[in-house]
């Protein structure tokens, strides 16, 4: 892995949170002004320019570690390979299912997945501060439907609930990629990592990617530990969530609408919902395409 610079503290020691940064193994440092945020975010990109970029992952909390989703129960390397195959299977029933899907590029299949709820190996990232404190500032709420929704190929929905926060702190990881242009548009490679942007890999037939300013990252690796992305965060940004909700203020761009569009809109999210499914088998590990409801 190439070095990395972790943030220090001498453009604000007062903001430095020693009892999460201790926790966590990752530097956090409070941000009380968007003039700061701004410093942070550009101090972070400035130190680590000529070993790659600095992208952005809202939270609005901090977990334990920042695996992908696939991989958050995996105990062992043999359980990221057993995981790996058997999402393999399913990307396979997803270009025999959907035709479209055969038209976008193998890199970007799985990552585009991943935006619409299943279960894989890369991280959900942005480019856009603002849009990491969008979903900084939200939290989710998932239940799953009891009901089976197909008795001969049995499976069911998750459903989730997107609602904005209204106190406590939200969090921005600061997460860095090795990587550079490749000669596929929108696919990025490096020694340690691998980037796509799904706003230039896929169609925005599939609006969300293109809403929420998708990008994803994966760990380059065959050990689980790797794929624990603290080892690429160099820095969090803690901010109070009234703080935030007064820096972004209102308007249409920042409405759940916008961010998580409805099927009569995204047309490639209503080809997934009438046409994909999990099987209950494999839901545990793959998850499923969920249904969202917002307030």
Known sequence: MKTIEKMNFDIDDAAHDEALSKKYGVPVVEAKSFHRLNQIVGYAKYTNGRSGNIYFRGQSEIYKSCFPSLLRQAQKNGALHQRSGKLTKFLDSVREQIPLAQKIDEVFLEPLMQHYGINTRWIDLVDNVWVAIWFG??????????????????????????????????????????????????????????????????????????????????????????????????????????????????????????????????????????????????RKTLGTIKVYAVS
């Open 137 to 282: 500032l939200h939290e989710y709420k998932t239940v799953q439907s009891r009901q089976v929704v197909n008795q001969m190929n049995p499976y069911t929905r998750d459903y989730v609930h997107v609602s904005k926060r209204k106190d406590g702190y939200m969090y921005i990881l600061l997460i860095h990629s090795d990587t550079t242009p490749t000669k596929t548009p929108g696919y990025y490679l490096g020694k340690d990592t691998k980037l796509v942007d799904l706003r230039i890999g896929c169609p925005s037939i599939f609006l969300r990617p293109h809403a929420q300013h998708g990008l994803l990252a994966l760990a380059r690796s065959q050990e689980l530990v790797d794929h624990n992305f603290y080892k690429h965060t160099v820095g969090i940004v803690k901010i109070a969530v009234q703080n935030a909700l007064e820096w972004m203020g209102e308007g249409n761009l920042l409405t759940h609408a916008n961010m998580y569009p409805s099927p009569i809109y995204d047309y490639g999210y209503r080809f997934l919902l009438d046409v994909l499914a999990v099987k209950n088998e494999d």
